[in-house]
Each structure stands twice: as structure tokens, then as C-alpha cells.
């Protein structure tokens, strides 16, 4: 009976091998550890000296404040799953580089309760959390890559003004989100990719770009909160060069100046064309004093492109702002509604 027993549990084991799969629970952090060195030993081999667990490894933190002052990188079918109390934090801001990156194929940052991913720095331009390659020279496809149930947020230790709100806000150059696809780039000759990623239940505040799209095609955005996003003109979700990517059920709220939906054209090779924007709700506020100059009170739609080159797009959007979506380069909605492959903009 017992040979039994060992013999079940033998091919239990070698059935949990042969998937190719390892979960690694993490508990109680200790304050001011950095912890991003442990977990890159977990899911990539070349940033450590011993070897990886597994090629696919899955790390749960548990309740507390995990300190990751260096980035954190994924690979292939990688997941870091926060659970119910878990927070990420970067605090030493001699690294700019992001938190977590997600370069492998099918990875993932699953949280379970809108755990808070947070970055205490100000320069984080490549995004407090980024998908994608790492260069422009970085090769292989990088697919179906999922961030779910977190809130993202920059430095929040700015007193508000009497006059705007937040005259000195520390967020000029902080992206929350993203998503970089080298595909034509100069260097890049071989054509990779950076597609079909998802993005839901996210919030977003005390940042300048909320999700950046660089040349990223066919992503699913779903329900995003933006609050305190792209004060200084900078922008709720910027398409840059993005294609055939669904964006829906956003909010931007209380973000005076800001870009809420940008579209322009990226340094190579492509014009931001067929994404479907629908239910995307702008109520940003108007700004008093200086900042109102800066960029004119903000617009609800930046159409920073010409309009013989914006294909195909359709956005649907409620704009609760006193300017209107306005255009920035001077151009009516209806020149982008009126070339041969319009846009549909409601």
C-alpha cells in the first residue's frame, strides 16, 4: 500500500514537471530590502548566477510593501501575481529604468485586489511598468502580454497650490504605461513584433502619459480610470504610430491641461491608423492661473497628425470639458472626417 502511494505521488510529480510550470509563494517583506534581484533570479536566468527555477514560473507576493529599486523582467509565460495587500514601491531614484518589464511572450502582473505598483521617482519616461523590447535593436516577437486589477502611481508628495492645484507637481516625465514595438526601427532588421497585449482594470494617477502606445498594434485597453494624468500637457493615452488597437470604457478626470486621447505620428514608418475608440469619457477641468497658458486649458481630443494620414480610426467620446475637442495643429474635426480613408470621430 504504501509502494502505492510513492509510485501515485512519484507521477504526480513528473505530471507537474512535464507541465513546465513552478509557483513560488513569497511572504512577509522585510522593510528596505530590494527585492528585484530575488525575483529576477526566478524568472530569468541571465540576471542571475544560479539558474532559473523554471522556464515558466509563476511568483505570488504576498500582503506587504515589496521594494523593487531595480527592473524587474519577465520572460517567457512569466507571472508575478500580487495578492490581496500587496504593493510594489520604487524609492531610490538613481535607477530609471522601469519597475517591471514585461519582454517574454504570454507573461504577465496579475493583481487581485487593485494592488498599488508605485514609483517615488520623477524620470521614468520608458514607463513605470513597460512592455515590449527593450531597444531598437532587441529582436523577437513579444505577444499577449496582460497587466490586470493594479493601480499605477507616480510621487504624490506635492503640497497643491492655492491658485492652479498643482503648480509644482513632480510627474513631468513619468509614463505609467509602456508599450514599445521596435518593428521597422532603423537598427531593426528583422521585422519582430509587439502585439495583442491587454490592459483592464487599471488606474492611473500622478503621471504625465497614462498608456503610451509606440507602433504597438491590436492591443485590448478596457476600463481604465485616469486621475491626476498629463497636468502639464502631457497625456491621458497617447497613439503613437499604434494600429488596429480597441480602446474602451475610459475615464480622465480631475487632470487640468491635459491631452486626455493623443494621436501622432511615430519616427518611423507609421500613422496611427484603424483603432476603435469607444465610451471614453473626458471630464479633465479647467486650471486657473499660469499652467492654463501652458497648453490652453487641455483638449479632451489631440489630433496631432494630418488628416491624410489618420486611416480609418473611430472614436467615440464624451467630452465634459469647456474647450471642446479641440485640434491642436489648427485642423477641423471634419478635415479628418472628410479625406478618402476617413475617420469616424463622434
Not at 6 to 16: D, K, N, P, Q, S
Not at 264 to 275: M, W
Not at 327 to 340: F, H, P
Amino acid at each position: 500500500m504504501i509502494a502505492r502511494v510513492l509510485a501515485i505521488f512519484f507521477f504526480f510529480c513528473l505530471a507537474i514537471i512535464g507541465q513546465g510550470q513552478s509557483t513560488i509563494v513569497m511572504e512577509n517583506p522585510v522593510v528596505g530590502k530590494d527585492y528585484g534581484a530575488i525575483l529576477n533570479c526566478h524568472f530569468d536566468a541571465s540576471q542571475c548566477s544560479k539558474k532559473a527555477i523554471d522556464k515558466e514560473v509563476q511568483v505570488v507576493l504576498t500582503a506587504g510593501e515589496w521594494t523593487l529599486n531595480s527592473t524587474v523582467a519577465l520572460t517567457y509565460r512569466d507571472q508575478l501575481v500580487l495578492d490581496f495587500g500587496a504593493s510594489l514601491v520604487r524609492d531610490n531614484c538613481n535607477n530609471s529604468d522601469p519597475i517591471l518589464h514585461l519582454k517574454g511572450r504570454y507573461s504577465a502582473v496579475i493583481g487581485k485586489s487593485k494592488n498599488l505598483v508605485k514609483s517615488k521617482c520623477n524620470d521614468m519616461v520608458n514607463g513605470i511598468i513597460k512592455i515590449g523590447h527593450t531597444t531598437a535593436s532587441s529582436k523577437g516577437n513579444i505577444i499577449s502580454c496582460k497587466l490586470q486589477n493594479i493601480l499605477i502611481q507616480g510621487p504624490t508628495n506635492v503640497a497643491p497650490s492655492k491658485n492652479n492645484g498643482y503648480s509644482n507637481h513632480p510627474f513631468d516625465e513619468i509614463t505609467a504605461i509602456h508599450l514599445y514595438n521596435n518593428q521597422n526601427e532603423p537598427t531593426q532588421k528583422n521585422l519582430t513584433a509587439n502585439y495583442y497585449h491587454t490592459l483592464r482594470d487599471i488606474d492611473i494617477s500622478f503621471v504625465s502619459i497614462g498608456i503610451h502606445l509606440y507602433n504597438s498594434t491590436a492591443c485590448t485597453i478596457d476600463n481604465i480610470l485616469l486621475n491626476r494624468v498629463g497636468l502639464h500637457g502631457g497625456h491621458g493615452i497617447l497613439i503613437e504610430g499604434g494600429l488596429e488597437n480597441k480602446i474602451s470604457n475610459v475615464h480622465h478626470g480631475f487632470s487640468p491641461n491635459a491631452n486626455s486621447l493623443s494621436f501622432i505620428k511615430s519616427r518611423y514608418s507609421y500613422s496611427p491608423s484603424f483603432n476603435h475608440v469607444t465610451n471614453y469619457i473626458v471630464e479633465i477641468g479647467k486650471m486657473s492661473g499660469d499652467l492654463a497658458k501652458v497648453n490652453g486649458g487641455g483638449h479632451c481630443l489631440n489630433l496631432d497628425v494630418e488628416p491624410n494620414i489618420f486611416y480609418d480610426n473611430e472614436i467615440t467620446m464624451g467630452c465634459n470639458h469647456p474647450t471642446g475637442p479641440t485640434v491642436k495643429k489648427g485642423k477641423s474635426i471634419k478635415d479628418y472626417q472628410t479625406q478618402k480613408n476617413r475617420s469616424v470621430i463622434r
